[in-house]
């Protein structure tokens, strides 16, 4: 725990540091803003990559809403949101007892739950497919979406959690099903990036 801590500070360090030594549409002060939200927001007690990517939708959007320049994290941002909806969705649908135990550690009823995976996981994902529409966004954006979101997803992870078993932020569950969910997750980052890159 200790080391892990020390290496969120450096990697927080490292990433302040590229998002403010470069341009807002350079390739490392996009990673500088991931390694910022990646370690610092666990920090403070954002602990699900769900809500990480979430708060970072609702600043960027409200940053574009403010200045009127769209930002290069837009796109790789839904595509995030994709691969973790539909890597929820197959957990909960393959595991039985995942909806019941989630529900359950966090006081809510079953509708309750389904009601919130609409709300966080398919509502968002349908938001930013719009808002990613905008052909200007291809001018803008310096990373692949699908290499970048896949790798800062497992970043989180290793990071945060130290292996692909996120029990510890989310559900406890066998290692199969979080390996498996990691198959869809990162099948999820490739097939939503390449939609973007080829069709939006």
Aim: include cysteine.
């Amino acid at each position: 725990m200790k080391y892990r801590s020390a290496a969120r500070a450096v990697v927080c360090f490292a990433g302040l540091s590229c998002a403010s030594l470069f341009d807002a549409g350079t390739a490392l002060s996009s990673l500088g803003k991931a390694a910022v939200a990646i370690s610092a927001l666990p920090a403070l007690g954002v602990s699900t990559y769900t809500k990480i990517s979430l708060y970072a939708a609702l600043w960027i959007f409200a940053n574009e809403l403010r200045t009127g320049i769209l930002s290069p994290l837009m796109p790789a941002l839904f595509v995030n949101q994709v691969a973790i909806c539909f890597s929820f969705q197959h957990v909960v649908s393959s595991e039985p007892r995942a909806a019941a135990a989630i529900a359950a550690e966090n006081g809510w009823s079953r509708a309750g739950f389904h009601a919130r995976n609409v709300l966080a996981h398919w509502v968002p994902a349908a938001l930013l497919l719009f808002r990613v529409q905008n052909p200007e966004y291809r001018r803008v954006v310096t990373v692949s979406p699908a290499f970048f979101t896949a790798s800062v997803h497992l970043a989180w992870a290793y990071l945060n959690h130290g292996s692909l078993d996120l029990s510890g932020a989310y559900v406890r569950l066998p290692r199969a099903a979080w390996e498996s969910a990691w198959n869809v997750a990162l099948t999820a980052h490739f097939l939503a990036g390449a939609y973007w890159v080829i069709l939006a």
